[in-house]
């Protein structure tokens, strides 16, 4: 893994095309030869230029992590000590970076649903078709709305360098600790890519069938089954991309995927016992309605040039849309119950998020003539966002339909002094954005702590179209007294819009006006950064301390029905990362340490003093990760720990039956090159640990549907080759 750390201040910059970043280096502006160009930094400048906390998992270490755990988010969550223990689900609600939501793209173009999150973004796409992960730290506005934790931008697999036909294939089996049928999944997937002249094309497919998980006493892990899993389940993944160079610089790329993830259907959930520590499980038979299922379908067309009047154009539109369907209950719930489709009780009905977007990226980059050493950047962005939630069954609407659209100018400048002694970077993006919301009505039935309000109907609300605009600002100075030894300091705004769905579904009082209803005012959070830096030699080592805040953050809270509501309360982060690698005396062998600590409180009373502990659905634990790697000739292998620190959360209305107890993970991978492909071996939880995941532990202590343990050992035995 190539790690880069630096401080999070590009607050201004914005998305980035993937055909420029992705097959080109130009020589006058990457400082180092080889050196990696992020995109998600929309800059051409080399990761040392710039003052951001970044983090690139290249495919080598990207494929490991995934033959390990199976998916992309898993391995950037085992990789990342200041991200969440993922929760082994096909939701993601509540897991955060630096104690907040990240911003998933693929090749820049925005995965996330801020207006509704249904938290299925880290599934969109399969691993098998990115080519890096590119993870960048702290709350900043690089691609717009969204980034208040970071971004998590997965960049694709490239053009074809050679004329001619090349490809790759890949081979999985994966088992359960006892090799049991019902436990058994496999994989399969390909990509052919073809070269000829000036135009090259790749296309590809996945497909992947999960069987289900059982825990390290041999139990089948519980079944959640509005929010949806990715055990008993498939996968197909479908990847195109076609380019055409129409000058020695300009360049011409269209990319499309397609990612369906969708429940079986062959499972139930058993109840566990929270009080008495018996797991959430699961057993044969047919739940109600259909399966749990993500869909997302993406096209994006780029035109690049590297040497547009002397310096970098990009341009890029896209077109994004999702449909995550969440299950239904084996138990009809309240919220949907309306007495006039059917008596209380009996109205069986679940929900579908259905979002869409589209937009336009234009950048461009250049040195000042005669003033090499400045380096400035000027471009637009634009989004079009339209969210609702519908219940299928009824085909009634949860959330309304609602619109969001953001124009936003931005410039960036970056100064190098003293022949690279000290820079400085800073810049300004200017946010206009405008949330569009009908009237409409709350379902009939909207059950608050047991108040029940169907008497009149549900509620009517006002719609509006409530504005925002805002100057984001961000500055940063990097101190290099020498090669591979920095010091420095920034700062960064960045903002999102709070789950507007979970607010506007919720709405009790009759006659609310959503242009006056502030709840809906975006989350504008900053991040201030000190750290440093030392690549050199066998070293590679950085230690960084944050703080960040929000005056009106977003809080997920519990109900008893188990859906979650949005709070508005002001939220204070702060946290120390430390990473540390060493390449020993043996030829090929490297050890590894990261470590994490972040608290985070917000104000629970609102009397402007930050009192209360974060609980497990806002913020991650403390963790320790160890790993020693080794890769010489055709052998490479790695064994990584992971330990999860107990956390007690503190504050007026802490419950103690949330505290987290706190466990360690072991993984381990082999793999051996032959002349006909790759042979892996992997083991995730080597030990077979019993454990109940954090979100589980540390949320809804009463709710014995909600008591999900960790996955016990597992083996995966891959064949990979390429031609």
Known sequence: MNRTFALAALACTALSSPAFAQDMTPADTAEDEGTIIVTAARTILPPN???????????????????ISGSVTDAVAT?????????????????????????????????????????????????????????????????????????????????????????????????????????????????????????DASVGAAWERRGVFFDGEGRPVGINLTQ???????????????????????????????????????????????????PTSAEPGIPPGVPATGRTESVALSLTDTDLGGGNFISQIFWNRSRDTFGGEPNPIATFQDPAIAPRGTLFDQSQNRSRKYGGKLSYERTVPGLDALTLIAGFDALWDSTEQRLIATDRAWVPPTDFRSLAPFGQANLKLANGLVRLAGGVRYENVK???????????????????????GVAVAGGSPTFDDVLLNGGVIVEPVPGIRAYASYAEGYTVPDVGRITRAVRTAGTDIDNFLDISPIVSNNRELGVEVKRGPLDASATY?????????????????IF?????????????????????VDGLTLSAGYAHITGRFDDDEDGVVETDLDGANISPDRLNLAAAYAK???????????????????????????????????AIVRYQTSIGGISFAVSNLFDKQYISYASDTQRPTDNFFNFAGRGRTFTLGWDYRF
């Not at 960049?155 to 050679?162: D, F």
């Not at 949330?435 to 009149?456: K, M, N, P, V």
């Not at 944050?546 to 188990?562: E, M, N, T, V």
């Not at 052998?635 to 956390?647: D, N, P």
């Open 633 to 667: 000739g055709p052998v490479s292998a790695r064994v990584q720990t992971q330990f999860y620190l107990a956390r007690t959360f503190r504050g007026p209305n802490r419950d103690a039956r949330n505290d987290f107890e706190g466990y360690n993970l072991t993984d």
């Open 565 to 585: 509501d949005v709070q508005r309360q002001r939220v204070e982060i702060e946290g120390l990362e430390i990473n540390l690698a060493v390449r020993m005396p």
């Open 228 to 278: 949806g899993e990715t055990q008993d389940s498939e996968t197909l993944s479908l990847f195109g991309r076609f380019g055409y160079a129409v000058t020695d610089t300009m360049r011409l790329d269209l990319i499309a995927s397609r990612f369906e993830l969708e429940g079986d259907g062959d499972y139930a959930a058993v109840a566990g016992n929270k009080l008495g520590g018996v």
């Open 79 to 199: 990789l990342s000590p200041s991200f969440s223990p993922t929760r082994q689900k096909l939701s993601g609600a509540g897991e955060t970076l630096r104690g907040r939501s990240p911003l998933y793209a693929i090749n820049g173009i925005p995965q996330s649903t801020p207006l509704r999150d249904g938290s299925r973004d880290g599934f969109t796409i399969d691993g098998f078709f990115v080519d890096r992960v590119e993870l960048i730290f702290g709350s900043n506005a690089l691609q717009g709305v969204g980034g208040t934790g970071g971004i998590v931008n997965q960049v694709t697999v490239g053009a074809p360098a050679e004329e001619g036909v090349s490809g790759r294939a890949l081979l999985q089996a994966t088992a359960d600790n006892d090799f049991s049928d019902e436990g058994m999944g496999g994989k399969v997937a390909g990509l052919v890519q073809y070269k000829a002249g000036r135009f």
């Open 435 to 457: 949330i569009t919301i009908d009237d409409y009505r709350t379902l009939a039935s909207t059950t608050f702590d047991g108040t029940d309000e169907s008497t009149y109907g």
């Open 49 to 67: 230029a710039l003052p951001l906390t970044i983090d690139v998992i290249d495919k080598d270490v990207l494929d490991q992590q995934i033959a």
């Open 546 to 562: 944050f703080w960040s805040s929000s005056k009106k953050g977003q809080l997920l809270i519990a109900r008893p029905d188990g």
